[in-house]
């Protein structure tokens, strides 16, 4: 997979991961320092102190390890929602805001892992996306 297909990847992912964060209200701030008892203040900070590693993956790895990484989570959360639909007896808000925040961190990671500016591709992600918008 290119490396810009990746940046794509992790762009199009955060976006989502902070629409989800919105929708749940969540502080992704507050969130991330409770989860991880870290400090961080920015994006490319918090990618810095999320990643464990000062290994740089290639493209080929760090698709592999992310993938790895979102399916956990994004099952849970599958899980989750199928719970409420069935009306089952479980703290779906609870687990739904764990998982968001957990979705966010890995792409925080691999952004770093990357070496790739967060911020750059998704403001133009979002120029492109605003763009193609039949609205």
């Known amino acids: 997979m290119r490396i810009e297909q990746i940046e794509k990847t992790l762009a199009d992912s955060f976006i989502v991961g902070l629409a989800a964060a ?4 969540l502080d992704l701030q507050s969130e991330l320092e409770g989860m991880f008892g870290l400090e961080a203040d920015g994006v490319a900070e918090w990618g810095e102190a999320l990643n464990p590693s000062d ?10 390890w992310l993938f790895t990484r979102m399916a956990s989570p994004a099952g849970r959360m599958a899980n989750a929602m199928e719970s409420l639909d069935h009306m089952e007896p479980m703290n779906t808000r ?3 805001e764990e998982e968001t925040v957990e979705i966010v961190s890995n792409l925080l990671i691999a952004a770093e892992n990357l070496g790739t500016d967060l911020e750059q591709i998704l403001s133009d992600r979002w120029t492109k996306i605003e763009e193609e918008s039949i609205l």
Not at 55 to 64: G, H, I, Q, Y
């Open 55 to 64: 290994e740089v993956m290639d493209s080929e790895e760090l698709k592999e």
């Open 22 to 25: 919105n929708t749940l209200n």
């Open 94 to 96: 609870e687990v739904l």
